[in-house]
């Protein structure tokens, strides 16, 4: 008999393939039962991978089983695109829905297929190249919620307030990780039934994961043996497991010494939460017709590259200079945390990703020769934030899309390309302020903040917005970042009821001295039963109290 075991969760016992039979008979019964039970609308969380189509495979199984007359309850199955996915399983998925519609069509079946994507604003590369956001780091995990998790749960809230409640249908399990089963455990204590939780992000929604206990191989053994509802090759998504595993193999009869294709991940092909993009790799390394993705693999490592660093501002996109202690070869050193790309540094990456794109369809398959890695409305979005938030009134994102394409960029956003400012004002702005990158930067901004208020009806806030400009951008790199030193030295001697350092602190430059005061009293809301006195010693200092004095005294 053959015996489904799954190294990684030993503390599990294998099963049977009998008892799986078995327990496949119960789910079915038992989703029958949770289907037919009220008016709820269902939404199936669906990747491609194995977990999601085997839960999906049970759900339309079940579902196919029941009289028709049952079968009024909408069934959606949702997948998001992050629009950077890795390519062949991106386009398994779109011909899987497209499959999948047709086959609930023909089969008379509530399912319906959705292939959501984050808004324009909220894509990866309008993050990385159009407001300069760094790679994803575990301290700085911008992306998931933006790409992933925002676009489903949209869906769900429109299903929500259509119906009142939802129940979304997952292929989480167990065995995935330890962490995933932490988390599942202690959702059983608020169990409405069995694999029936509260989804503790939406309201009104219910999490139904009938694969929780499936080990890997279980997975696979029910994929392989039963076949596909709505038409499409679980062997083929077999054999592309198979291809992003290290070791090309997929076995499904596995002890603890063999490796199990449930280590084949496929995510985002710009991924830099991990070290290196196994399943992308293995992808290139098994198969010869698949080198056209190398370009791919590159790029995502020259975005990890820690060269990068160099390539940032040394403030963040607030204007502000935050101080952090870095460990550097055991040599602790308290320097400016590294804020967004520079404007060269986003010119690069979005030079260098058309140049790709254009590379990919000269050397993909001729199934994907249409591969798109950036789209026209991420394109528009970038140049908006370049134009409008960051000043810079160049408008260099048509003139690169033209030098590398060949052609003229289409903008989809209506008035998009009138402006007042352009090209060779900014050539005339860079001569006059030489090699003065902060000069250029204050000189664009006030130029581009007047323009912005010249278009409307009344100007208020203009005050307030040049004012901005001066405070974030009239100051040397290295007259801001001295600045922000003292201002955290300040805090310290505050918070310690320093009046000594106070003083010595506030009787400096008296340039530097006056921004210091301005937050002065903020630091001290929070400070030591000393404050009081730190405060006085704080404000006395300030241009308009010493030349107060100074005419009191005469």
Not at 384 to 408: A, C, M, N, Q
Not at 470 to 494: G, P, Q, W
Request: charged content about 30%.
């Amino acid at each position: 008999m053959v015996i489904a075991q799954q190294p990684e969760n030993k503390s599990q016992q294998p099963r049977t393939v009998a008892e799986l039979v078995e327990e496949i008979q119960a789910l079915t019964t038992e989703i029958q039962d949770l289907y037919c039970l009220d008016e709820i609308p269902w939404v199936v969380g669906y990747s491609g991978g194995k977990d999601s189509s085997c839960v999906l495979q049970l759900v339309w199984n079940a579902i196919a089983q029941l009289p028709p007359e049952k079968r009024t309850k909408t069934i959606h199955v949702i997948t998001t695109d992050t629009l950077v996915e890795n390519p062949y399983v991106s386009v398994w998925v779109r011909n899987s829905l497209k499959q999948m519609k047709l086959a609930a069509l023909d089969q008379k079946l509530p399912f319906e297929p959705h292939l959501l994507q984050p808004e324009p604003k909220e894509t990866f590369w309008v993050g990385l190249i159009g407001k300069g956001y760094p790679a994803p780091k575990p301290k700085f995990r911008w992306c998931t919620e933006r790409l992933k998790i925002n676009p489903s749960n949209r869906f769900i809230r429109n299903v929500i307030r259509s119906c009142g409640e939802a129940i979304l249908v997952l292929g989480t399990r167990k065995a995935e990780s330890t962490k995933r089963a932490y988390r599942m455990k202690q959702w059983e204590s608020k169990r409405v039934r069995d694999r029936l939780s509260p989804n503790m992000n939406l309201p009104n929604s219910l999490v139904y994961s009938p694969v929780e206990d499936w080990r890997n191989d279980e997975v696979w053994l029910y994929l392989m043996q039963w076949e596909n509802p709505w038409g499409y090759s679980n062997k083929d998504l077999f054999s592309m497991y198979r291809g992003a595993s290290a070791d090309n193999e997929c076995p499904l009869v596995v002890d603890t010494s063999t490796p199990s294709c449930g280590s084949s991940r496929f995510g985002c092909w710009v991924c830099t939460l991990v070290s290196e993009d196994k399943s992308l790799t293995a992808m290139i390394q098994n198969d010869e017709e698949k080198e056209w993705l190398q370009p791919l693999l590159d790029f995502r490592k020259e975005l990890d590259a820690p060269i990068n660093r160099e390539r940032r501002d040394f403030r963040r996109r607030n204007g502000d200079v935050q101080l952090y202690e870095r460990n550097l070869n055991e040599e602790i050193s308290v320097e400016p945390i590294p804020g967004p790309y520079i404007k060269e540094a986003r010119e690069y990456w979005l030079r260098k990703l058309l140049t790709i794109q254009q590379q990919l369809r000269r050397t993909a398959p001729e199934n994907m020769r249409d591969i798109t890695l950036i789209t026209s409305e991420e394109m528009s979005e970038i140049r908006r934030i370049w134009l409008e938030e960051r000043h810079e009134f160049d408008d260099s994102l048509p003139r690169i899309y033209k030098e590398v394409t060949g052609e003229e960029f289409q903008d989809p956003r209506p008035g998009a390309d009138y402006s007042l400012l352009g090209t060779d004002e900014w050539a005339v702005l860079e001569e006059i302020c030489a090699d003065d990158a902060m000069h250029l930067e204050l000189m664009a901004k006030l130029l581009d903040t007047e323009r912005q208020f010249r278009k409307r009806a009344r100007r208020v806030g203009i005050y307030d917005a040049l004012e901005k400009c001066f405070e974030t951008s009239s100051r040397s790199r290295e007259e801001a970042i001295d600045i922000a030193h003292m201002k955290r030295d300040l805090k310290t001697a505050i918070t310690q009821g320093d009046v000594e350092k106070v003083k010595q602190l506030t009787l400096g430059d008296v340039t530097k001295t006056e921004e210091i005061i301005n937050v002065t009293d903020e630091l001290i809301e929070n400070s030591t039963e000393n404050s009081s006195t730190t405060k006085s010693v704080a404000k006395s200092k300030t241009w308009a109290n010493m030349k107060f004095q100074k005419k009191e005294s005469e």
